[in-house]
Nanobody, 122 residues
Framework: QVQLRESGGGLAQTGGSLTLSCAAS????????MGWFRQSPEREREFVAS????????YYTDSVKGRFTISRDNAKNMVYLQMNSLKSQDTGIYYC???????????????WGQGTQVTVSS
């Protein structure tokens, strides 16, 4: 079973950038699909991006395509979310998660971090 811990959240201006990191431990990181999700008082937890175990396949929700990039470094047990051209609508708590298949469905990710707050000023 893998444990996940996010970092890198904070405050950014509209149009700015932030990079989120997720460190994994306690499992075989390279065998997992990794995903990023976000949640706010206005929205239930929603899919943002995912990446296959070998980085060969990525998927993004339409609202972040062209702005966000998910990547991973299996040697370091790390996954990243580079967020550019930030909008106020990107504000929320961001969670990293691990799954056994490439999916956008929240309930198919059994392992979750505690989240990191991202706030984008309007």
């Amino acid at each position: 079973q893998v444990q996940l811990r996010e970092s890198g959240g904070g405050l950014a201006q509209t149009g700015g950038s932030l990079t989120l990191s997720c460190a994994a431990s306690g499992g075989t990181f390279s065998s997992y699909v990794m995903g990023w999700f976000r949640q706010s008082p206005e929205r239930e937890r929603e899919f943002v991006a995912s990446i296959s175990w070998n980085s060969g396949n990525t998927y993004y929700t339409d609202s972040v395509k062209g702005r966000f990039t998910i990547s991973r470094d299996n040697a370091k047990n790390m996954v990243y979310l580079q967020m550019n051209s930030l909008k106020s609508q990107d504000t929320g708590i961001y969670y990293c998660a691990a799954a056994t298949t490439l999916t956008t469905i929240v309930n198919r990710y059994p392992y979750w971090g505690q989240g990191t707050q991202v706030t984008v000023s309007s």
